[in-house]
Each structure stands twice: as structure tokens, then as C-alpha cells.
């Protein structure tokens, strides 16, 4: 499998010295999705490696100290490039510079992958639910191109909830091209299931996740068993107030948070990027 973005031809010097302990990588791809979204992808140094819903640390060389935020990485372990799905925040200490980034420039990361959102730290069981709002879907787009996901489960359920429709571009454009690609496809078949909803347009306006998940109209959508701790597990990605509704609504029926030295029936995210 390989990635099908162009490299560019050059990558202009950075204004200051790169930190010991980091990778200095070129911008290959920027994708704008909506005034607030935008996805890019850099080069992938050689020696790097990480776990499928693991991030990382980026930054820009634009600062003798330069600011670093939690990035998931978006692409999966097999990708030949790094990929990442971001919010644009106009007084960010990053991404008021980052989302103004272009195919060439540099980004800085460094060097050690971490995150609770592996297959590590979760038990065996049948089917997954990754749970996700807005950029929060980024460590799952990594997640549902692993071939590891769908040998380890036999049903993947990944839902995205934003504000608005247009805010569901990349999950969508995600899902589709993954069910497309060659190889796979081959591990996918029928086993991932997407559910998109917006908080502010169509049927799911008003309605968060948690809402859907308590009133049951997100087992109703997708004709699937309301949850199960003993054959289902989790995975949450979102802002802090998804994180500890939907946390305490799994743990009230009887799921366990897991880690990578305690595996349980559902784990979160707590990194975010600003």
C-alpha cells in the first residue's frame, strides 16, 4: 500500500535550528475542508513507527522555542506518509500558523508516538465502537485502515458528530475510500458501518452522540443490538464534554476504562490539539 500525494520537489530551510529529538518533515498535501477543518500530510521519516490511534507531538519551525500540540495520526501504520485532520483556531498558538501551512513548507514532530486508542489496551471482543466528534475521528481514520482492526473484530462501528453537515466531509470521503481501496477491502468487506449526524442540520439536529445512544435511535439507524459490555468495546475521541458524558454512559452499563498496561472495555483519548 502506498500513498498517492505527490512529494515536492524541494522544502525550503527552516528559520531556525531543529530541536534535538525531532523529525523535520515537508508538507506534501493540504486538504481545506471547511472554514474550521483542514487535513495535510507530511513525509514519513524511515526509522518511524507507531501503533494505529497513537499521535504525536507537531509544531512549526517559526520560533527559537516552537509550540507543540497532540496531533492523532490519521494515517495508518502502513502508509508511507503522515497524515492529519486539524481544527483551525484563529489565536491558536499552532494552528493560527499551522492551517496557513503548504505543500513544501516544514512541520516538526517528535520522535515518540503515544495513546490509549490501540488494540492494546482494549480486551478481546466482537465488535468496536469508535466513538468521535469533529477532529476526533482523526486516530480512527488510522484505526479502520489497520487489517489488525478487522481480524481482532468482527463488526466496526465508527460514528462522527458535528455541528454541521459540511463538517462531515472527511469522514465520509474516509469511509468511502477506504471501502474502495484494493487491498482493503479484501479485510473491510461488510464489516465497517459509518453513522454521520450533525448537531445543527437534519433529523440528529439537537441530538449528541450520547443522546442517540440513550434513546436508542443510533442502534435504530443502523439496525444493529443496543451495547453490550460483554461483546462490545469502545473508543472515545472528542471534545472534553463528549469524553466524560460518554464515558460515564458506557461505565453505567457496566463497561471498565482500559489502558495499555490494564486492558478494559473501552478507553479515551484525553490529548487535544488547542
Known amino acids: 500500500m502506498s500513498s498517492l500525494a505527490q512529494q515536492p520537489e524541494h522544502?525550503?530551510?527552516?528559520?531556525?535550528?531543529?530541536?534535538?529529538?525531532?523529525?523535520?518533515?515537508?508538507?506534501?498535501?493540504?486538504?481545506?475542508?471547511?472554514?474550521?477543518?483542514?487535513?495535510?500530510?507530511?513525509?514519513?521519516?524511515?526509522s518511524f513507527r507507531f501503533r494505529s490511534g497513537e499521535f504525536v507531538m507537531i509544531g512549526l519551525p517559526n520560533a527559537a522555542k516552537p509550540v507543540y500540540r497532540a496531533y492523532s495520526i490519521a494515517s495508518p501504520a502502513w502508509d508511507e506518509e503522515l497524515e492529519f485532520f486539524s481544527i483551525k483556531v484563529a489565536n491558536g498558538p499552532l494552528t493560527e500558523h499551522l492551517q496557513k501551512i503548504q505543500v513544501g513548507d516544514t512541520v516538526l514532530m517528535r520522535k515518540k508516538p503515544t495513546g490509549t486508542l490501540v488494540h492494546d489496551a482494549l480486551k478481546p471482543g466482537k465488535r468496536l465502537f469508535l466513538f468521535s466528534t469533529g477532529t476526533g475521528i482523526a486516530?480512527?481514520?488510522?484505526?479502520?485502515?489497520?487489517?489488525?482492526?478487522?481480524?481482532?473484530?468482527?463488526?466496526?462501528?465508527?460514528?462522527?458528530?458535528?455541528?454541521?453537515?459540511?463538517?462531515?466531509?472527511?469522514?465520509?470521503?474516509?469511509?468511502?475510500?477506504?471501502?474502495?481501496d484494493e487491498l482493503m477491502s479484501e479485510f473491510i468487506g461488510d464489516k465497517l458501518i459509518f453513522h454521520a449526524s450533525a448537531t445543527r442540520d437534519g433529523e440528529t439536529r439537537g441530538h449528541r452522540i450520547t443522546t442517540l445512544i440513550e434513546n436508542g435511535k443510533l442502534f435504530e439507524d443502523l439496525a444493529i443490538a443496543p451495547l453490550n459490555p460483554e461483546t462490545d468495546r469502545a473508543m472515545i475521541c472528542g471534545s472534553m464534554a463528549m469524553l466524560k458524558d460518554t464515558e460515564a454512559l458506557l461505565e453505567a452499563r457496566g463497561f471498565e476504562e482500559g489502558a495499555n498496561n490494564k486492558p478494559g472495555t473501552f478507553v479515551v483519548e484525553r490529548a487535544f490539539v488547542d
Not at 535550528?17 to 514519513?44: N, Q
Open 11 to 46: 522544502s525550503p530551510e527552516p528559520a531556525f535550528p531543529i530541536p534535538a529529538g525531532v523529525f523535520a518533515e515537508t508538507v506534501t498535501k493540504v486538504t481545506h475542508y471547511t472554514d474550521s477543518l483542514f487535513a495535510f500530510r507530511i513525509t514519513r521519516p524511515q
Open 139 to 180: 486516530p480512527f481514520a488510522s484505526v479502520i485502515r489497520d487489517p489488525e482492526t478487522y481480524e481482532k473484530f468482527d463488526q466496526v462501528i465508527l460514528t462522527q458528530t458535528c455541528r454541521g453537515n459540511a463538517e462531515l466531509a472527511y469522514g465520509r470521503e474516509l469511509v468511502e475510500t477506504s471501502k474502495a
